[in-house]
């Protein structure tokens, strides 16, 4: 999956594109519409972006997960060689686990609370009351969204695509 970033004007123009692009087939669990005014965008039944769209949340768990794992690893090796305990292989994979168990935790706590890095650089566009529409399609169909938005709303900016949306959020 990719995301595409779009910068919209306001909520006519997202109430339209939303029914042409659940018209192609994307699922509106797919639609996130970032917003200052929240309010707004409930009372026009548009998708909301949520706390996972809206942080930096599954970032900090991927690098929490990378990095309590090499932790993890590196402290169950020093254990064998500098405290002389008798592990098993098992033991350092355990230990690996449990540091990337760790990390993820104690970093997606801290990410859910960082607003997201990619959305940061809107900020100033999103409190004018411009709308930041994310759209999550396969990545076969990128054109082929950007060209249905492009086409019939030039007024939408697209902002971009990120490369890969896990699959969880």
Do not use: C
């Not at 500098?82 to 706590?109: F, H």
């Not at 411009?130 to 990545?139: F, G, I, S």
């Amino acid at each position: 999956m990719r995301r595409l970033y779009f910068l919209l004007p306001g909520i006519e123009s997202a109430k339209t594109i939303v029914d042409e692009l659940l018209l192609a087939r994307i699922e509106e669990r797919h639609i996130h519409i970032a917003a200052a005014d929240h309010h707004a965008l409930s009372e026009a039944h548009l998708p909301e972006a949520n706390l996972l769209q809206e942080s930096d949340f599954v970032p900090a768990v991927e690098r929490g997960l990378a990095i309590g794992g090499a932790t993890g690893v590196v402290a169950g090796i020093a254990a064998i060689t500098l405290g002389g305990v008798a592990l098993a292989g098992g033991a350092i994979l355990g230990i690996g686990l449990a540091g990337a168990g760790v990390g993820a935790w104690i970093s997606g706590m801290i990410g859910v609370s960082a607003p997201s890095s990619r959305l940061k650089e809107f900020e100033a566009a999103i409190e004018k009351g411009n709308l930041m529409m994310m759209v999550d399609v396969p990545k076969s169909r990128v054109q082929e969204i950007t060209d249905l938005v492009k086409s019939h709303h030039p007024e939408a900016v697209v902002e971009g695509t990120e490369p890969v949306i896990p699959a969880f959020p």
